[in-house]
Every structure is written in structure tokens, then in C-alpha cells.
């Protein structure tokens, strides 16, 4: 198994393709759409959870991890699905979310009645002798991280919302218990998991209040704490370990250099890489997501120049993305799509695919899809957007900033569903759809650009070369031009060959200085999205132009 010559797709199950008009995306659509995703050539789709759930955070909140919710499919969708794709060389990766359940869980369900031993599944606790919590901390999503474990006087512990109680890990059943799922997948023909927020399951026993709520001292008494490397072996040990073709990803919030390499060198037996997330709070002010500066480009370089060297330096391996279900899309964030949008997109991706690691692309992105930058804050749906408007309100921002905070923030911006055509609803659904579909559909689907576009062929490219190009799956990564301004860049070598990329993240036209080390030598154009076609001392950029060189001393 080659995990540096492979290129994962997300695939956003609720808002891929309905097929039965209910609104809601499901397994037969993401099975109508599998020869589309074989023809842009990715080699495993990541499916986000349709296990079933009270969708109070899309699906994250699993109320049953070895089964599928109706409105997604069957168990038979799934087995089709899982033969559809190996017909068409695509591998699939489940998406595990072991921190938490939802509160509908059965074990959430009998520690409520009362089982004292699925009551251990949890962190439950009482209220500190003056009434208050048992801890100060915040949800992730807003407001207190605890609440009343029904008619008890005990609290139970929720990092993330009301509906989502955390799993006690120090207890060896419920680690026993996640093994079996994993188990069960696998024997279901899964390639691959990806754990949801997996660097949090390692709270201490004893819970002690933070300094301030919410900072990033509170975050440090529950993240990437030694016992999760522990745990993480055990895992790996009882399930995806025992295979060699399997691939695992996780989710690390707020999570170091020093962690990611333990997370992911193949030498302790963790996982084959992670997602960390700094590079995409760039765009926050003095750290606060909730909030719309211009995003500060030369973090931007610095971040990923600091965790490709470090990675790299310790054998880890990164997971490439700049979109999720969690982000806002990234030519929205970064670019012009409204000006440029080929060159915006192309270049993000050029940018971010050609780094040393395993490139994610996210459903929409090979079309260029953009936020949809809803007005009204009722076409939102996410629970973590709506709980901060009301916050960004009570703080006295007025209604008007705080929905252009919401259409820059909102998970949503990325979660509208998959535009297909121009049909209504972008083709995605027959039915009313969950989600409201961006306003650009007419303009941006897949129709369009299949017949017409150069976004998605421009993906097609770039996963072919990394197949095609050993330098770019694994050479190494050198950061250039650190301090630039307004282009980023860096070179990957192996033994004799050599890759420049070259990104201009702004409009308008620059001239560039090139280190003398790519001067006067043959190189070749092996992609880009502008007119540049040699190296010379000065070059000239256009507008979000993008460019890869390929030196080969042997040739
Ligand atoms: C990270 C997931 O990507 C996000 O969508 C979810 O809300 C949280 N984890 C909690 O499960």
C-alpha cells in the first residue's frame, strides 16, 4: 500500500446526491456518482458518518456505530457500494467519531436508567461544593462543557454539544467496545478510518478547572495528552493493525509538531497521518474563529514550512487539505473566485496537493464551488453557527457584522449540497434539500464543467503527476522565498530530480526574483494554470498563477 502516491476524496454523504427525494444525500447516490469520482482518479473516498443519529451535529452524534440510518441507506446500500467501488479501484474510509456519542446512544440511554456500568462510559461528576460545575471549561461549540445527566445531581462531561456526551477511554470496556467496531467494518471490506477529534479522548481522571474558559491552557489539560499514544497502540494493536493495506487517519485539534510525528511515523504504530487544522486560523483574530480579518498570508507559509519540515524530520506523514465539512471553502477564503476562478482554485490545489503528504480533496472543489454566502441566518443549519450568532449578538455585534462573520465562518459555507447541473436544486435532490444550495449553481456544476470547464481536468492532471512523479509523492520539502509577500514557494527533491512550485496568491501582475540555484539549467513546464512557460533570473507571475518545474539531472 503506497499512501504517498494516493489522493483521498470527501465525500459529504448528507449533501452528495439524494436519490430518493427526501432531501437528504444517501448511499445509492453516492453509488450513482462513484464513475465520476473513477474518472477524476482517486483512489478512496472518505464518507463522513450515516451511522444512525439524531443529526444534531450532522451526524457526528452516533446514536449506533455498527449500523446505518435509514434515511442514509442499508446494510445492502453499503455492501453495494463497498463492491461498486472496488469494480472501480476505489478503496473507502469510515469515518470514526470515538470521543464522543450521542446522548441517544444506548449506553448514554441505560447509564441514564440507571446501569452503573454503562454510567462508567462516561464522565460523569457532581457539582463542585458551591453549586457550580464540576468544571469551568467551555463546549468547542459554546457555552459550558456540562450538563445535567437527567434528573441526577451529577453532570456529564460534553467537549462538544449538549447532545454529544464524551466516552470515558480510562475505562477498558469502552476501548474493548470501539475495537469491535472497527472489527466490524473492516470485515465489511473498509480500507480505512478516519477518527473524528481523536487527540481529545484523554481527559485526566480528575478534572480541574482551567485559568480562563475556553483558552488554549484549558485545551492543554485534555489534548495530546501522553495516554492517548497509549491508547492509540492499543487500538491499532486489536484492529486496522493487524493489516498492512489499511489507512488511518486522525483528526488532532490543536495539536503540535512533536505529536504529529508520534501520531504518525510508522515506526510507533499510532497512525499513517493526521489532520492538523493552524494553517486554516489564519484567518482568526487573536484567535477567534468568530471573526473576518484578511487572512495573513505569510502565516499562512510559515505554518505549512514549519509542519512539512517537522513532519518530514521525524518520518511523520501529513494529511494535505485546505477544505473539509469544517472549513469554509478555500478559494472563498483565500482567493477570487468571483474574478478568477480557475486560477484560484487550481492554484489552492497545485499549492496544497504538491507538499509532502496525501492529498484530500474535498466533494466540489474539482468544480470550484464556493460559500454561498446566505443573508439570512435561517438558511444556516449547523448548531455551532447558530449557538455563535447568538453569542456574536449578546457580545453587541450588530446583526449586519454578524452575518458577514457567519457567511465568511459557518460550517455550512462548505456543506451545501453537490451541484450537479442547472437543474433545480443543482440536480442534487428532486425534494426539498437539507441545506439550501448555493446561489452560483447555474454557473458552477459538474455538467458545466465537464463540457466546458478546466477546474476539474486541471485535478485529473495533478493526481496523475503524483502517480507519474516520484519527486512529487517522496521527495523531500524545502520552503523558498519565506518572507515573499505574495508568493509562495518551495522545491521537493529526490536523488537527482527536482520540483519547483511557484503559487502568486494575489491579483494583479508581479515580477519575481528566482534563486540563482534554478538558473541557466534545463527545466521542464510540467504544469500550470498561466502563461508562464521558462526560468529565467526575473519571471513574472499573473494574476493567482501557479507553476511546477521539473529538473531532472539524468535526463
Ligand atoms: C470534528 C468533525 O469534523 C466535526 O464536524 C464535528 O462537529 C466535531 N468533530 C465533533 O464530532
Not at 452528495?16 to 483512489?43: C, H, M, R, T, W
Not at 441514564?112 to 468544571?135: F, I, N
Not at 518530514?312 to 478555500?330: E, K, M, T
Request: aromatic share 12%; net charge negative; with cysteine.
Amino acid at each position: 500500500m503506497d499512501l504517498a502516491k494516493k489522493v483521498i476524496y470527501q465525500v459529504y454523504t448528507k449533501s452528495f446526491k439524494d436519490s430518493n427525494g427526501d432531501g437528504l444525500g444517501d448511499l445509492p447516490g453516492v453509488i450513482e456518482k462513484i464513475p465520476y469520482l473513477a474518472q477524476l482518479g482517486v483512489d478512496m473516498i472518505w464518507l463522513n458518518p450515516f451511522y444512525p443519529s439524531p443529526q444534531h451535529d450532522n451526524g457526528y452524534d452516533v446514536a449506533d456505530y455498527c449500523a446505518i440510518d435509514p434515511r442514509f441507506g442499508s446494510m445492502e446500500d453499503f455492501e453495494h457500494l463497498v463492491q461498486v467501488c472496488q469494480q472501480h479501484k476505489i478503496d473507502i474510509m469510515m469515518d470514526m467519531v470515538f470521543n464522543h456519542t450521542s446522548t441517544d446512544h444506548e449506553w448514554f440511554q441505560k447509564a441514564l436508567a440507571g446501569d452503573e456500568t454503562y454510567q462508567d462510559y462516561y464522565y460523569l461528576r457532581p457539582a463542585k461544593e458551591d453549586g457550580s460545575l464540576p468544571t469551568n471549561w467551555d463546549s468547542k461549540f459554546g457555552g459550558p462543557a456540562w450538563a445535567r445527566f437527567g434528573e441526577t445531581e451529577l453532570y456529564y462531561l460534553h467537549l462538544y454539544d449538549v447532545t454529544q456526551a464524551d466516552l470515558n477511554w480510562h475505562n477498558p470496556q469502552v476501548r474493548l467496545e470501539l475495537q469491535k467496531v472497527l472489527n466490524f467494518w473492516l470485515t465489511k471490506g473498509v480500507k480505512g478510518f478516519r477518527f473524528d477529534v481523536l487527540n481529545v479522548i484523554g481527559k485526566s481522571p480528575v478534572l480541574i478547572d482551567s485559568q480562563e474558559p475556553g483558552s488554549a491552557q484549558e485545551k492543554s489539560l485534555y489534548t495530546d495528552t501522553p495516554i492517548v499514544h497509549q491508547w492509540i497502540k492499543e487500538m491499532n494493536q486489536a484492529s486496522f493493525g493487524q493489516r498492512d493495506d489499511i489507512i488511518t487517519v486522525g483528526e488532532m485539534s490543536s495539536t503540535n509538531v512533536l505529536n504529529g510525528v508520534q501520531y504518525s511515523n510508522p515506526s510507533e504504530k499510532e497512525l499513517s497521518m493526521i489532520f492538523s487544522f493552524h494553517h486554516l486560523k489564519v484567518d482568526y483574530q487573536d484567535g477567534e474563529k468568530w471573526s473576518n480579518p484578511a487572512f495573513d498570508f505569510l502565516q499562512l507559509k510559515a505554518i505549512l514550512d514549519e509542519w512539512q519540515r517537522g513532519m518530514s524530520d521525524g518520518q511523520g506523514w501529513n494529511a494535505l487539505f485546505l477544505n473539509n465539512h469544517d472549513q469554509p471553502r478555500s478559494n472563498s477564503r483565500f482567493g477570487d473566485p468571483d474574478h478568477y476562478p480557475f486560477e484560484t482554485q487550481t492554484m489552492l490545489a497545485q499549492t496544497i496537493q504538491f507538499l509532502r503528504g496525501t492529498p484530500y480533496i474535498y466533494q466540489g472543489e474539482e468544480i470550484g464551488m464556493t460559500n454561498p454566502d446566505f443573508a439570512e441566518i435561517d438558511l444556516y443549519d449547523d448548531v455551532e453557527t447558530h449557538n455563535n450568532y447568538q453569542l456574536l449578538l449578546a457580545k453587541g455585534v450588530s446583526p449586519a457584522e454578524a452575518m458577514s462573520i457567519i457567511q465568511a465562518k459557518s460550517r455550512d459555507t462548505s456543506r451545501t449540497p453537490m451541484q450537479w447541473d442547472d437543474s433545480p436544486h443543482a440536480g442534487f435532490t428532486q425534494g426539498q434539500p437539507w441545506l439550501s444550495v448555493a446561489p452560483n449553481y447555474p454557473q458552477i456544476n459538474v455538467e458545466r464543467e465537464l463540457s466546458q470547464g478546466h477546474i476539474f481536468n486541471y485535478y485529473q492532471n495533478l493526481i496523475r503527476l503524483r502517480k507519474e512523479y516520484d519527486v512529487i509523492a517522496y521527495g523531500t520539502y524545502r520552503g523558498l522565498l519565506l518572507e515573499h509577500p505574495q508568493v509562495m514557494a518551495y522545491v521537493r527533491e529526490i536523488k537527482d530530480q527536482q520540483l519547483l512550485v511557484l503559487s502568486h496568491f494575489y491579483p494583479g501582475t508581479i515580477r519575481l526574483t528566482l534563486p540563482s540555484e534554478f538558473i541557466d539549467r534545463s527545466a521542464k513546464k510540467l504544469i500550470g494554470n498561466g502563461p508562464l512557460m521558462a526560468l529565467n533570473s526575473e519571471i513574472e507571475l499573473a494574476p493567482y498563477e501557479t507553476v511546477a518545474f521539473y529538473f531532472n539531472e539524468q535526463a
